[in-house]
């Protein structure tokens, strides 16, 4: 249905690898715990405190490697476009991720962190035996299953693309995925080793990993252009050269966001010991618990395949229309701008909750695990909620200054943010479900979130099939699917939510609820305030203005939502808001501080 990520930030977190890291020390001590609702919206609680805390440290990393990301997919589109060629080496780029997060990244991210921190509570030697055993197994798995998908790279080209490819599409396709896919081998000991890092409490640096990632593949796209120059018009195939440059540069930089973590888990003082004495290491529980996630991700992956099938047809279908090219390069770039505001704001705080929220409900404390779900629904809706906005009145001038360069156009541009806009109408929904999902997981139960997922991709790929032939080719096409991605992701909100409410007995929904309609309000003076403001100013965006236009567009739209937004909650005591303005109040005191 979704990307998938295992690791490269272009895609995060939807329907793969998830990491889960530090929780602040105030929340390892149950016994100190109470009830965020007995204490009044004006206090600063220890959750709340401690939980910003560690989402702030964890936000820092992530926005430096979104921000690289973005300028790694700028650099590429500006190299070979959003054509039929450039959806070959997406297409190409993308498998490994997708076989992945399918065979091993969802048991490793979704599982393994509340048994990691449950074995280094109970077991006499920190759980260090199960660690070795878990890298044991995992490590022999990654390098059998690089093997075979790589050998396997053909099939799995023409599982993932269109039939109306070439025979020079399909075989560029190919060879970009056989330069690609050992990928899949360094995107486990990223995951392995950043697991290690954060049961240990160290979540930054896995965090920043795929800075360097980023920094790899720019090199390599920008050196492309200087080499070969633009591909521009996009309709000729690469050559062989282009293709290893492109294929082999964009490897190299999953290997370096692997091996970076190295000497951070050395320094933990942890050494890793191959173990073939697997019986009692406690896998056998852990496995069964995988069994499911590997279902989750076995549905996700139809849904994958459903869309990256549609977007690359819908490229075919633009070239042979003479339209405007649109298909699986954009829609993953709208997706991976869409998924900006939820890799910074919702992963960072839930990532920090997990261990936590593991420990509660390990410790019986249901109620109170409930209701941290519900605080942290409302805190990451409170934050995410003026981005979402302004991001889609927005998305036609963000896209126009982000990827109409070099091989791409305007035209193009304004197509891939028409799509950027229909995601961001879905993104609450899809951050609400997914502060859900986690609650799930805390229990160890990945049996729900499987019907869950079957339920998620089953609608989207009811509504993509059905809309996509409905419209023109390309963007339209794409933005179809956009709209079932949305969708889906609503429709299973409106399920999960009551059913994980009936298994912690309280979600604190009833406040939530009230929280959420307080900041619709605010959202709605938001808009209405920057429609008044581009209407004053005469700065609404019109693409001959150019990206000078774009810009004042962009600046005018976002600052008057983000400033309306904030005013109003703050004016209808939206407590959660209070709770983020005073966390930066006090955290831009201290950077004075530190100044002097």
Known sequence: M????????????????????????????????????????????????????????????????????????????????????????????????????????????????????????????????????????????????????????????????????????????????????????????????GQVLNARGKFTMPMAAPIFNNLVAIATYVSFIFIFGYNEGGDDLLGSTETAWLGIGTT????????????????????????????????????????????????????????????????????????????????????????????????????AQLPGLSRMVHAGKDKLAGMEIGHTMRLVMTV?????????????????????????????????????????????????YYVLQRGWYARENTRTPFFLAILTNGVFIVLALLWFPLVSPGGPQVSAIAAAFSTGNIVTLLVAWPMLARVYGTLDSKRTIGVLGRLVIAGLLAVAASSAANFALNTSFDPADGYRGALITLFVTSVTVLVVFSIAARVMRVPEMQEVLRWGSHGFHRILQRSR
């Open 2 to 193: 979704s990307p998938s990520n295992a690791g490269d930030d272009e895609a995060a977190t939807p329907t793969s690898a998830d990491s889960a890291g530090k929780i602040d020390s105030e929340l390892t001590q149950l016994s100190d715990l109470e009830p965020i609702d007995e204490m009044g919206p004006d206090l600063e609680t220890p959750q709340e405190s401690g939980l910003l805390r560690n989402s702030a440290l964890m936000a820092g990393a992530t926005i430096l490697s979104r921000i690289t990301g973005l300028g790694r997919n700028m650099a590429l589109v500006a190299a070979i476009g959003v054509t039929v060629s450039a959806d070959a080496f997406t297409l190409g780029r993308t498998l490994p991720d997708a076989v992945y997060a399918l065979i091993i990244g969802g048991a490793l991210n979704a599982i393994f962190v509340p048994q990691l921190v449950r074995r280094m509570k109970d077991d006499s030697d920190g759980g260090k035996s199960y660690t070795d055993s878990l890298l044991t197994v995992t490590g022999i798995a990654l390098l059998l299953l690089t093997i075979v998908a790589t050998a396997a790279a053909p099939f799995l080209v023409r599982l993932y693309a269109t039939d109306a490819y070439s025979a020079g599409e399909l075989d560029l396709a190919i060879a970009f995925a056989r330069y690609c896919l050992p990928q899949i081998f360094f995107f486990g000991i990223y995951a392995m080793l």
């Open 252 to 351: 190299l930089g999953i290997v370096a966001q692997a091996i970076v973590l190295i000497p951070v888990v050395l320094k933990t003082g942890y050494r890793w010991k191959f173990t073939t004495r697997l019986r009692g290491a406690g896998l056998t529980k852990a496995g069964k618990l995988a069994g499911w996630t590997i279902g989750l991700f076995a549905v996700t992956q139809v849904g994958l395949i459903v869309s990256s099938r549609l977007t690359t047809q819908a490229n075919v279908d633009a070239n042979s229309a003479d339209a405007v090219s649109a298909g699986l390069t954009t829609y993953l770039n709208a997706y991976l701008v869409y998924m900006i505001p939820h890799g910074i704001v919702t992963v960072s705080i839930v990532t």
């Open 384 to 432: 995410i909620s003026p981005i979402a906005i302004a991001l889609t009145l927005v998305g036609q001038p963000l896209a126009t200054l982000m990827f109409s360069y070099g091989a791409a156009d305007v035209e193009q541009a304004l197509f891939l943010g028409n799509i950027l806009s229909i995601f961001m109408l879905g993104l609450p929904a899809f951050t609400l």
